[in-house]
């Protein structure tokens, strides 16, 4: 798929694969209805009921340069997010690329595997990966920074 154009480009929820597809250049407004009047919230891929079984494999995703996140997580339904994949992707932008907040829900969240991607340098933040500190990943490992090949930093943690 080719996903341009949209305020976020997928909303995942249980049993998802997205798998070779384009995911850039996000709509942006200053003021949306959605987010109480401010501005839109852009994200290439959002899950936030607490979704389980995603798996984002060989996409290239950018929401665009005033995006949020390239994977939001969020766990807003109340139960636990689990069993995420995140491999041998093309990802960049967003104040942090991939951003795991257990916000709204029970912690930790579990299973979440972050293998072998690519990562631009466009994050606001220059973070890669944030967690929230209730949030392990299951396995972090080959992600690299696109340009150099050298390996990204540990992710960042807030709350």
Not at 7 to 12: H, L
Not at 98 to 113: D, E, Q, R, V
Not at 133 to 142: A, C, K, V, Y
């Amino acid at each position: 798929m080719n996903i341009h154009g949209a305020v976020d480009g997928i909303k995942a929820f249980d049993n998802v694969t997205l798998q070779d597809s384009y995911v850039h250049d996000l709509s942006w407004f200053a003021n949306d209805p959605n987010q109480g009047g401010g501005s839109t919230h852009n994200d290439a891929v959002q899950t936030y009921e607490g979704n389980r079984h995603i798996i984002l494999r060989h996409n290239t995703m950018s929401p665009g340069p005033k995006g949020n996140a390239t994977y939001q997580v969020t766990q807003d339904g109340g139960k636990v997010a689990t069993d995420l994949r995140i491999e041998g992707n093309w990802l960049d932008g967003g104040g942090c690329t991939l951003n795991f907040a257990h916000k709204g829900g029970p912690t930790p969240m579990t299973g979440i595997y972050v293998i072998n991607n690519r990562f631009g340098r466009g994050p606001k933040f220059q973070c890669p990966i944030l967690l929230s500190t209730q949030t392990m990943l299951s396995q972090n490992s080959g992600n690299v920074w696109a340009d150099t090949g050298r390996p990204i930093p540990t992710p960042q943690r807030h709350d």
